[in-house]
């Protein structure tokens, strides 16, 4: 068992910057793939970003490449996303989620465990 706390969601005016962290506790972080995704209100759920559970491959949606940048800390069983360049419609709930394997990272249903969310607004 995981448990999943995000922090660091927050107003932001566009074109700043958030970083948002999700810290794992329970068992090592070091086991898992990690991924980001995010629900804005009337729509579904979609992929941000992934890490590998060694850190080496990253993956992000198209929309945020670029701007985006996922990382984690296995020592400090913490997963990061720093988004920079931030636009109005980054604005939704952002969610970590932990994959003990994964055929395709984009998809939540390879993700087993899931935080409860962090808000993030970015006016305009």
């Known amino acids: 068992q995981v448990q999943l706390v995000e922090s660091g969601g927050g107003l932001v005016q566009a074109g700043g910057s958030l970083r948002l962290s999700c810290a794992a506790s329970?068992?090592?972080?070091?086991?898992?793939?990690m991924g980001w995704f995010r629900q804005a209100p009337g729509k579904e759920r979609e992929f941000v970003a992934a890490?590998?559970?060694?850190?080496?491959?990253?993956y992000y949606e198209d929309s945020v490449k670029g701007r985006f940048t996922i990382s984690r800390d296995n020592a400090k069983n913490t997963v990061y996303l720093q988004m920079n360049s931030l636009k109005p419609e980054d604005t939704a709930a952002y969610y970590c989620?932990?994959?003990?394997?994964?055929?395709?990272?984009?998809?939540?249903?390879?993700?087993?465990?899931w935080g409860q969310g962090t808000q993030v607004t970015v006016s305009s």
């Open positions: 890490i590998s559970r060694d850190g080496i491959n990253r």
């Open positions: 329970g068992r090592t972080l070091s086991r898992y793939h």
């Open positions: 989620a932990a994959a003990g394997s994964w055929g395709t990272y984009s998809r939540g249903s390879q993700y087993d465990y």
